[in-house]
Every structure is written in C-alpha cells, then in structure tokens.
C-alpha cells in the first residue's frame, strides 16, 4: 500500500477544476493556517510531510466523497477538513499566537466562524488526564468509549471527515510495519470503526476501504509475529 501523498497546489486543483469550487480567501487562510500550525512535522517515519501525507490527502478524500455521494459541498466542509488537526498541537499554537491576548479560539472562531470551530473542537482528542480510571490505560480506554459514544450521535460532516482521518492514519501504519500503533488501531478497527461506517447512513465505500486497511495491518501485524 503506497503512501497518499498530495500537494497544496493538487489540493487546489482538484478543488477548483473537479469539485468546481473556487478557492476563495475563506479556503486560503485555512490552508495558511494549517501550514502555520503543521509545518515541518513528520509523519511516524520521521520523514514524511504531514501535511502531504495527511491534511491535504484528508481533505481530498473527503472532498470526493462528497462528490461521489452527491452530498452537497461547501466551503465549510473543505475549510473543516483541511483544519481538522490543528487544534491537537495546543503547545505550538500557543507558541505561534502568544501574540494575540485574546486567545487563539477567539481568533479562530472570529477568522472561520462557529461552525467550523464546532467541527474541528468535535474532533479533538481530549487529554487522557481528563478521564477517571486507576491508570492510564484505564483512563485511555474511557476515553475511547466517550468518543465512540460522541461519533455514534455526531453530525454527517463530522462523521466524514472523522473516518477519512482514520483511513489515512491505519494506511500510513502499513509503511511502518513495526509501530506501536499498529495494535491501537487494530483493536479500534474491530472495536468500533468498521461498525461505525456501517451505522445510518452508510458509508458503504468507507466500510470497504477501512476494511481493507485494517487486513493488511492485520497481515502485517501475522507476519513479524511468526
């Protein structure tokens, strides 16, 4: 399985020559902003472009998913896509935005309005130190129950972008056959995220894709164990 990789200037053609959607300055300084926020960060490799390798192959698929559906596609659901990792970092965007004393959601919410704020906060990961349990795998696998049970009920848009975000992570893993997330993901898979493609309305393509990625982990995962 060959690593997605896509460049800001393939992201902007797509958009606008196939999805005919202009990019317009709303799109543009999500993109700024997502390559302030996630330039020079690698991938689990040490080598690859995150944002080649993840924001913008993210936000393609979800693009096209929009597209082959017949779902309709907005900026919004484009500007979603391509920031839905920055609110992970909270230690480089603070680094970044010391400067504006009114704090980053303030900017971010002024800068891309409410609803795309609600999709990107929906989709951060809560620090595991915020959840009960004797340990911190205890506190992980609480954790993990709560953002099952948050999917499960979460809006089409955010369900979307969500798996494509899933999808891109368990292929990336197949590269690095060695890496402690390969299990995470794995169990996940089997846990919740095949079912979840599956749960109203179906995502019928994501179901055969997650799939697929999660048997290779799994064929990978056979053979350095034999």
């Not at 689990?44 to 082959?68: A, M, N, Q």
């Not at 056959?177 to 995470?184: F, G, L």
């Amino acid at each position: 399985m060959v690593i997605q990789r896509v460049t800001k200037q393939e992201l902007v053609s797509y958009i606008e020559n196939e999805a005919n959607i202009l990019v317009d300055s709303f799109v543009e300084s999500a993109m700024e902003l997502a390559e302030e926020v996630h330039l020079g960060i690698t991938r689990e490799d040490g080598k690859s472009s995150f944002l080649e390798t993840h924001i913008w192959p993210v936000t393609l698929d979800v693009i096209k998913h929009y597209r082959g559906t017949s779902k309709l596609l907005t900026t919004l659901q484009i500007v979603s896509a391509v920031l839905h990792d920055v609110m992970e970092d909270n230690e480089r965007i603070l680094d970044i935005y010391s400067s504006k004393a009114y704090g980053f959601d303030a900017y971010f919410k002024h800068q891309f309005g409410d609803y795309v704020y609600d999709n990107v906060m929906a989709l951060k990961t809560k620090p595991f130190e915020n959840f009960s349990g004797s340990n911190d795998e205890m506190k992980k696998q609480q954790r993990f129950f709560e953002y099952c049970s948050f999917l499960s009920n979460s809006k089409y848009d955010v369900k979307i972008i969500k798996i494509a975000d899933r999808l891109n992570n368990m292929r990336f893993m197949v590269e690095i056959p060695e890496h402690e997330k390969i299990k995470r993901y794995l169990r996940e898979a089997e846990d919740f995220y095949i079912g979840f493609t599956l749960f109203p309305p179906q995502l019928t393509e994501f179901y055969t894709e997650i799939r697929n990625a999660y048997d290779e982990l799994k064929r990978i995962k056979i053979t350095i164990s034999s």
